[in-house]
């Protein structure tokens, strides 16, 4: 608790204006990311490694439902989405942006201080323009319809070349969705919607995000597949992924028992009732789980 004090009062005392309600210090983000076991990019957000994102693609929803309750991570599901390809998973490291509902006043004021700070073009395109390979731009849009369209097929090509393997969550719209849909990346939004993104303002760059019923922070690894999406914690990627090999390997030799049509469902599921059925499993399992 003190620590997030910390944060809250150094965010807040932060100079110049730019800095108290758009973006946070390295030095922040370590703090509030500080639970990361792996590298950083320079600006501070957690860097999952690449091959480790890769085992993460071969995850199925619930064998991420499967941890996270269970260390008290029991707000990093969201689902109901419009998915712009249901066969293809998504998979990278967030990269959050926050949007608000505009006011004349407020909007002035964060306008004119990214066009002091040479930033002329929309704060959108500037966050689209920061992103790396593997990453996933996360938009918090409050579900906005209309005027809510973070991209349209140009600014969806741009988050493609950019991110490579990755893609976009809008909680919010996208626009131009017949060009969107060649472009074969990871795509998951609310509406869609023929106008132009406006009276938004952008007021928070890699700080956390609200989606849907999920809280989302930077460099978290976003799993996306035809059930919802998850926003997994980077220190508990790991255990995700060691746990669903042995899942893998359950199903595996389960549903290869089933399909002789010798045995009924309570006999093999969710573990076999006979010590000789469980034997043989486990040990098909040792034969199956990598050395180490």
Do not use: C
């Not at 929309?122 to 996933?136: F, K, M, T």
């Not at 938004?200 to 930077?218: A, F, H, K, Q, W």
């Not at 045995?263 to 000789?276: A, E, I, N, T, V």
């Amino acid at each position: 608790m003190r620590s997030v004090r910390w944060l809250a009062a150094a965010w807040l005392l932060a100079a110049p204006l730019f800095g108290q309600y758009f973006k946070i210090s390295k030095d922040q983000l370590i703090e509030l990311t500080k639970g990361n076991p792996f590298e950083r990019f320079e600006d501070g957000r957690p860097k999952v490694p690449t091959e480790l994102l890769e085992k993460v693609r071969g995850l199925t929803v619930e064998e991420v439902w499967g941890v996270l309750p269970g260390e008290k991570y029991n707000n990093q599901f969201s689902g109901d989405w419009r998915i712009l390809h249901p066969e293809k998973k998504l998979v990278g490291r967030a990269v959050t942006a926050m949007f608000m509902p505009g006011r004349p006043d407020l909007t002035s004021l964060v306008t004119g201080d990214l066009a002091g700070r040479g930033i002329k073009f929309s704060a959108h395109q500037w966050v689209i323009d920061q992103l790396q390979p593997g990453d996933v731009m996360v938009v918090d849009l409050f579900g906005k319809g209309a005027g809510g369209t973070v991209v349209g097929d140009n600014l969806a090509m741009a988050i493609k070349s950019a991110t490579v393997n990755g893609g976009l969550v809008v909680d919010g719209s996208i626009r131009d969705l017949e060009g969107i849909f060649a472009i074969d990346m990871g795509l998951y939004f609310r509406h869609a919607h023929p106008s132009a993104i406006n009276d938004v303002v952008l007021m928070g760059y890699n700080t956390p995000v609200r989606i849907g019923e999920s809280t989302v922070l930077p460099g978290d690894v976003v799993f996306g597949d035809r059930t919802g999406i998850y926003f997994i914690p980077p220190a508990s990627v790991q255990k995700i992924v060691d746990r669903a090999e042995e899942t893998h390997i359950h199903d595996e030799w389960t549903k290869e028992k089933f399909s002789t049509g010798r045995y009924k469902s309570s006999d093999l599921y969710p573990r076999p009732r006979d010590q000789k059925m469980r034997d043989e499993y486990e040990a098909y399992k040792k034969s199956r789980l990598p050395k180490k």
